[in-house]
């Protein structure tokens, strides 16, 4: 397994892969996963590195930024495609999404 990355690595590092394979659904994820990072970062307690993130935490954003159902379930999608490509990438060890 690779060393820790934060969460705007692998973001990043996600993107690039997702707009050679799938470029219709980059825009879409990038905006949700760019604003959960930029909260993960100006929240203050929570942990910034990529095996933080978890359904608890998507869940906590959702509500704090008032995000309507479909964009609360458009996250974790995101999100669970962002973690099992984690694990593909040996980031982390299991995907707390699956």
């Given at each position: 397994?690779?060393?820790?990355?934060?969460?705007?690595?692998?973001?990043?590092?996600?993107?690039?892969?997702?707009?050679?394979?799938?470029?219709?659904?980059?825009?879409?994820?990038?905006?949700?996963?760019?604003?959960?990072?930029?909260?993960?970062?100006?929240?203050?307690?929570?942990?910034p590195q990529?095996?933080?993130?978890?359904?608890?935490?998507?869940?906590?954003?959702?509500?704090?930024?008032?995000?309507?159902?479909?964009?609360?379930?458009?996250?974790?999608?995101?999100?669970?495609?962002?973690?099992?490509?984690?694990?593909?990438?040996?980031?982390?060890?299991?995907?707390?999404?699956?």
């Amino acid at each position: 397994m690779r060393e820790a990355i934060t969460v705007d690595e692998a973001i990043e590092d996600y993107l690039h892969g997702v707009v050679r394979v799938r470029p219709w659904t980059k825009k879409r994820e990038e905006e949700l996963l760019h604003a959960f990072c930029d909260w993960m970062y100006a929240t203050p307690g929570v942990d910034p590195q990529l095996a933080a993130v978890s359904p608890e935490l998507a869940a906590r954003y959702a509500a704090e930024a008032g995000l309507e159902a479909t964009e609360a379930e458009a996250l974790l999608a995101a999100l669970r495609s962002l973690s099992l490509w984690a694990c593909a990438q040996g980031v982390v060890e299991a995907s707390p999404f699956a």
